[in-house]
């Protein structure tokens, strides 16, 4: 079993910036791919970046040139740093790690406002 805790969201003004963190611990295959992905009021949930335990990347092309995923493989820690944010850039923010089967952590609210 993997369990996965985010951290750093909250309130930021339009253009603003944040760094969501998540910690993976239990049983965790050695390769893997950590992700971050959101869901807006009334939306499906979709993909921000991915990176995997090699170092590859993917990003949605809303974040592209905004948004910069990394990890720490010995911490099991993902990191989304997010600049230049916009209010459409609200929304509930979830870490998933997949490596064998596949684990959701339980979210942190992004909520980007004047």
């Known amino acids: 079993q993997v369990h996965l805790v985010e951290s750093g969201g909250g309130l930021v003004q339009p253009g603003g910036s944040l760094r969501l963190s998540c910690a993976a611990s239990?049983?965790?295959?050695?390769?893997?791919?950590m992700g971050w992905y959101r869901q807006a009021p009334g939306k499906q949930r979709g993909l921000v970046a991915l990176i995997s335990s090699g170092g590859g990347t993917n990003y949605a092309d809303s974040v592209k040139g905004r948004f910069t995923i990394s990890r720490d493989n010995a911490k099991n820690t993902v990191y989304l740093q997010m600049n230049s944010l916009k209010p459409e850039d609200t929304a509930v923010y979830y870490c998933?790690?997949?490596?064998?089967?596949?684990?959701w952590g339980q979210g942190t609210q992004v909520t980007v406002s004047s």
């Open positions: 998933r790690l997949t490596g064998g089967s596949g684990y």
């Open positions: 239990g049983t965790i295959a050695s390769i893997n791919v």
